[in-house]
Antibody, heavy 116, light 107 residues
């Protein structure tokens, strides 16, 4: 059974940092792309960042490029999102997803709240 | 970036009726479009990929059609559990973008 479990969310002040983690199981993690998608309270979905399965290329939406870094540890079946210089508009539930153009399977999300 | 516009914003129907949800792209995405269902407090679930292919385990009352800039999600006979939010998402351009969603509510 496929599982994705996010962790690392919390309350942080503007300008602060957080590192989100996503533990994957039940599928061939090494050969699959992964992505982070966020959803602000009461709002729609926004693709944030992704990493390809084989080439390890990384991708970012413009609003987070230079502030967020996606990485993966294939030995631990985990993907990470390092978030720096956080802004109030980064407040959202962050979902980790198995990604192949579309989000084939999603975790339940972790809440990031940026507030003073 | 490619903008996806979903219509209507809210669709009021009754169980057993047919639902037709629309997604229009600001430029062609070929058939690189997916549809998701999201229940309150839950993660999105993939329904359709490649504009018309049902994802694993999705009932055949859900179907997708379209290509280029105009796409449709059809739910042939609404069940009570279908009255939730639906989003489209394109992967024909970067960054990947989502529509703003259609809320399907029970009349």
């Amino acid at each position: 059974e496929m599982q994705l479990l996010e962790s690392g969310g919390g309350l942080v002040q503007p300008g602060g940092s957080l590192r989100l983690s996503c533990a994957a199981s039940g599928f061939s993690f090494s050969s699959n792309g992964m992505a982070w998608v966020r959803q602000s309270p009461g709002k729609g979905l926004e693709w944030v960042s992704g990493v390809s399965g084989s080439s390890e290329r990384t991708y970012y939406t413009d609003s987070v490029r230079g502030r967020f870094t996606v990485s993966r540890d294939k030995s631990k079946n985990m993907v990470f999102l390092e978030m720096n210089s956080l802004r109030t508009e980064d407040t959202a539930v962050y979902f980790c997803a198995k990604w192949d153009g579309v989000g084939q399977f999603w975790g339940q999300g972790t809440l990031v709240a940026v507030s003073s | 970036e490619i903008v996806l516009t979903q219509s209507p914003g809210t669709l009021s129907l009754s169980p057993g009726e047919r639902a037709t949800l629309s997604c229009r792209a600001s430029e062609s995405v070929s058939s690189n479009l997916g549809w998701y269902q999201q229940k309150p407090g839950q993660a999105p679930r993939l329904l359709i990929y490649g504009a018309s292919n049902r994802a694993t385990g999705i009932p055949d009352r859900f179907s997708g059609s379209g290509s280029g800039t105009d796409f449709t999600l059809t739910i042939s006979r609404l069940e009570p559990e279908d009255f939730v939010m639906y989003y489209c998402q394109q992967y024909g351009g970067s960054p990947r973008t989502f529509g703003q969603g259609t809320k399907l509510e029970m009349k």
